[in-house]
């Protein structure tokens, strides 16, 4: 099994981005983090990053004149780091089509609902106002549609009676990591390719997304 060389974007705090640094350290993904990079100066993440030796960029959306520019740069630095796979980790940037084309099936996002509910924001406190029963993370093919791209994985929990969107969010967090690190195990088992909005894990389509229970690995 070869090593994959994985890209990671973040705007923040980077907790998935640890946990992939520490599935890494344990020896349980066989990857090489080759780049973090955030559009934010102040991201925590970068501070792991920095921990942990990983070379670490800043572009910052707001000293671009506009969106291309902004998206040239990220294109070419993602570039530069050659990756297998780009992971968007809490990056809360649209992903623009100069990014996008060079990396279509190659860049995956997480996001903090059971898509195709609650693209967007606030994922949390949408899912308790509709009264759903359930919450969950997604793991999920970035296309030109925020949020939209083929689904790869979930993961599902609960939602409690006296749950308010922090708690929520909180007992989300740790299964999010257990998401990630999983999926990306999944992703260097497996050929998994994404064409025409399907993806096809070893040749085969895949119809339903992969379902995370608790306490398992995806196989
Ligand atoms: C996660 O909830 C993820 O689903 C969302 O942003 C959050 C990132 O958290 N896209 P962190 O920065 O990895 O701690």
Request: aromatic letters at 2%; a neutral charge.
């Given at each position: 099994?070869?090593?994959?060389?994985?890209?990671?974007?973040?705007?923040?705090?980077?907790?998935?981005?640890?946990?992939?640094?520490?599935?890494?350290?344990?020896?349980?993904?066989?990857?090489?983090?080759?780049?973090?990079?955030?559009?934010?100066?102040?991201a925590m993440g970068l501070k792991r990053a920095d921990r942990a030796g990983i070379p670490a960029l800043i572009i910052d959306h707001r000293e671009f004149p506009d969106r291309a520019s902004f998206d040239a740069q990220l294109a070419a630095a993602i570039q530069a780091g050659a990756p297998d796979l780009v992971v968007l980790a809490g990056f809360m940037r649209i992903i623009g089509p100069a990014v996008l084309e060079p990396f279509e099936g190659r860049m995956i996002n997480l996001h903090p609902s059971l898509l195709p509910r609650y693209r967007g924001t606030h994922t949390y406190q949408r899912a308790l106002d509709a009264g759903d029963v359930e919450h969950g993370a997604s793991i999920h093919f970035v296309?030109?549609?925020?949020?939209?791209?083929?689904?790869?994985?979930?993961?599902?929990?609960?939602?409690?009676?006296?749950?308010?969107?922090?708690?929520?969010?909180?007992?989300?967090?740790?299964?999010?990591?257990?998401?990630?690190?999983?999926?990306?195990?999944?992703?260097?088992?497996?050929?998994?390719?994404?064409r025409d909005e399907t993806i096809y894990v070893d040749g085969k389509p895949l119809n339903r997304p992969l379902l995370l229970q608790p306490d398992e690995t995806l196989s």
């Open positions: 099994m070869k090593t994959r060389r994985l890209t990671v974007l973040i705007s923040g705090n980077g907790s998935n981005l640890q946990a992939l640094i520490d599935a890494r350290d344990q020896g349980r993904l066989r990857i090489e983090i080759v780049q973090v990079i955030s559009n934010r100066a102040d296309s030109e549609v925020l949020d939209g791209g083929p689904v790869l994985s979930q993961l599902r929990i609960p939602i409690l009676d006296k749950d308010d969107k922090t708690t929520l969010a909180a007992r989300l967090a740790p299964m999010e990591h257990r998401l990630l690190v999983s999926t990306i195990e999944f992703l260097t088992r497996h050929e998994v390719e994404c």
